[in-house]
Every structure is written in structure tokens, then in C-alpha cells.
């Protein structure tokens, strides 16, 4: 048995409670974003923030809905393409904020515009890896589903499993 077929998903309840979370932390995030306090409310940010506040609220928007599907239905390639979307569109928000760059660090004796530059390009970096991970997640979620409209295959035969 190979390290992957051994690898077993959590239970469906421990799933289901993870995406309530993350969910959960998006509509937080849009609140004290867009209302009380107010992305305003943080004084390193510039009022350039409002050129990627759109984008930042899609991508929380998105990890949203894709949270909220997936507490009722979350095979793998669901999940996959879940993934693919919200890193997708998380990806075009890092490189949006490096284009815009809405931060002011002021006269630190630190140099905090390089620090936080680096750390966005890693993100990205990170993002690409991540988005070709889900990527072969979802061929292999599909390599192991059978075809829709396919007969039933006889047992033993290109089966995923135990032998």
C-alpha cells in the first residue's frame, strides 16, 4: 500500500467544523474590514487601500461560498477546485497589494517596505505551489472517480483500493 493510499481523510464532522471556521473567519474579516472598525482604522494603510479592497472582498467572498458548499458536499475534486479558485484569486490579490503597495510604514529605522515585499512575493511563490498541488489533487480526485455515464467496471479492474 503506497503512502498516499494510506493517507485517510478526517472524519466528515472534523471537515465540516473546519469549513464552518474558515467561513466563519471570512465573514469576520469582511465585517471589521468594510464596517467597524474599518480598514481606515489601521495606521499603516494608505488610502490607496481602496484599490484593492474589491479584490481583497472577492477573495473573501469566494473562500465564503467555497466554504459553505463544501460543509455540505466536499469530495476531492470538489475540494480541489475549491482550492484552485480561492488560491487563484488570492494570488491576484497579493500581486495586486505588490502593484499598488497601500503602506506606509513611515520613518522606521527598519526597513519594513523590503520586508513586507519579500513576504508577498513568497506568498505568491507559495501560491503557485499551492495551486499546483490542488491542480494534481483534482487529477488524481478524477483518476480515481469513476466516469459519469461509464458502466460500472468489473472488480479487480483499474479499481482504486486494496488488493
Known amino acids: 500500500m503506497s503512502a498516499v493510499a494510506a493517507r485517510r481523510r478526517p472524519s466528515t464532522a472534523a471537515r465540516r467544523a473546519g469549513y464552518s471556521v474558515a467561513a466563519a473567519v471570512n465573514v469576520i474579516l469582511l465585517y471589521l ?6 480598514w481606515d482604522a489601521v ?3 494608505t488610502a490607496d ?4 479592497l474589491t479584490l481583497i472582498n472577492a477573495s473573501l467572498i469566494v473562500g465564503l461560498a467555497v466554504d459553505l ?3 455540505v458536499r466536499d469530495p476531492p475534486w470538489l475540494v480541489a477546485i475549491g482550492g484552485m479558485t480561492t488560491t487563484a484569486i488570492g494570488t491576484a490579490v497579493l500581486v495586486r497589494i505588490w502593484q499598488v503597495f497601500p503602506l506606509d510604514f513611515g520613518d522606521a529605522s527598519f ?17 503557485l505551489a499551492g ?3 490542488q491542480a494534481v489533487a ?5 483518476r480515481d472517480q469513476p ?8 472488480p479487480g479492474i483499474n479499481q482504486p483500493g486494496p488488493r
Open 33 to 38: 474590514i468594510n464596517d467597524r472598525p474599518g
Open 43 to 45: 495606521p499603516f494603510l
Open 49 to 52: 487601500t481602496t484599490r484593492v
Open 69 to 71: 458548499v463544501q460543509i
Open 111 to 127: 526597513d519594513w517596505p523590503l520586508l513586507t515585499r519579500v513576504l508577498l512575493a513568497l506568498g505568491v511563490i507559495g501560491s
Open 131 to 133: 495551486f499546483t498541488a
Open 138 to 142: 483534482l487529477a488524481g480526485a478524477h
Open 147 to 154: 466516469a459519469l455515464c461509464a458502466p460500472p467496471r468489473p
